[in-house]
């Protein structure tokens, strides 16, 4: 099946400095990754969506100044909170699809990266 | 606006069947999926419906009606393993990828 990996799986870092996520589709190529957030005991919120080449489309309430999405291939993508803050700290969760045409697509997820604000 | 409501928490036995309910009102409907989530780790996928009807897929069966904006996932043979969180996902957009999650079902499987 398809792999997607996410790094680092865990960071802890200083307020206001800035982290990097990385998203990789392992074995196959992804036309669209969707970058999410998840709360404790809260579901997955989509932030943004991400296709090869293309600038990001960003949820409502999401801050595109202060989470930069870049997808500049088919198998990565990255996620950088910028001047991280306390109320950042979150479980970080992409995902990568196919891209194919019909109705049977479904996200492969990554692992997930646990950021810790200090 | 997209709204998908699940029971927030469930208890069943070890052996025992267990059915996790989610209705849905979304501004369209392209499939809804079902997600297995264990505590701090990714979701995996685990059942797509688009038609109405059940999709048996081993312990784990999924059913769907788009009528009444409702599916529930059945889960047979319970195992300790099975502890988990369900999600409920709906693809609303014909050609679009994108999925609106439930807020969750985290199921606890007792001896």
């Known amino acids: 099946g398809a792999v997607v990996s996410q790094h680092p799986s865990r960071v802890i870092c200083k307020s206001g400095t800035s982290v990097k996520i990385e998203c990789r589709s392992l074995?196959?190529?992804?036309?669209?990754m969707f970058w999410y957030r998840q709360f404790p005991k809260q579901s997955l919120m989509l932030m943004a969506t991400?296709?090869?080449?293309?600038?990001?489309?960003?949820e409502q309430g999401v801050e595109k100044d202060k989470f930069l999405i870049n997808h500049a291939s088919l198998t990565l993508s990255t996620l950088t909170v910028t001047s991280a803050h306390p109320e950042d700290s979150s479980f970080y969760i992409c995902?990568?699809?196919?891209?194919?045409?019909?109705?049977?697509?479904?996200?492969?997820f990554g692992p997930g990266t646990r950021l810790l604000v200090l | 606006g997209q709204n998908i409501d699940q029971p927030t928490e469930m208890t069943a036995t070890e052996g025992a069947i267990v059915q996790i309910n989610c209705t849905y009102q979304?501004?369209?409907?392209?499939?809804l999926f079902w997600y297995q989530q264990h505590a701090g780790e990714a979701p995996t996928f685990l059942s797509y419906?688009?038609?109405?009807g059940l999709e048996e897929k081993g312990r784990f069966s999924s059913f769907l009606s788009r009528s009444k904006g409702y599916s529930y996932l059945l889960l047979k043979e319970l195992q300790m393993k099975d502890s988990a969180s369900y999600l409920c996902?709906?693809?609303?957009?014909?050609?679009?990828?994108?999925?609106?999650f439930g807020k969750g079902t985290k199921l606890s499987v007792i001896p």
């Open positions: 074995d196959f190529q992804a036309t669209t």
């Open positions: 979304t501004s369209g409907f392209n499939g």
């Open positions: 995902s990568a699809s196919l891209g194919l045409a019909g109705a049977l697509e479904t996200q492969y």
């Open positions: 996902a709906v693809k609303s957009g014909a050609g679009s990828y994108q999925l609106t």
């Open positions: 419906n688009v038609l109405d």
């Open positions: 991400s296709n090869e080449g293309s600038k990001a489309t960003y």
